[in-house]
């Protein structure tokens, strides 16, 4: 698990990457606040951890 920033609409946020997510996500209450509009991504993936010395 690690924190970083980020900006979006010239606003710095906090983001939090862990070892158990599985998506793409924020949180619905920075949708809110910057007036974001969401869409569906057309071909959504999956992201992996890759692993080191894999057999």
């Not at 920033?5 to 710095?12: G, P």
């Not at 920075?30 to 993936?45: A, Q």
Request: charged residues 20%; hydrophobic residues 35%; glycine residues 2%.
């Amino acid at each position: 698990i690690f924190h970083t920033r980020c900006k979006i609409l010239e606003q710095t946020c906090s983001l939090i990457i862990g070892s158990s997510l599985s998506s793409n996500c924020c949180s619905t209450q920075l949708i809110i606040k910057l007036v974001l509009t969401t869409i569906p991504h057309p071909k959504p993936y999956k992201l992996k951890w890759l692993k080191k010395n894999r057999t």
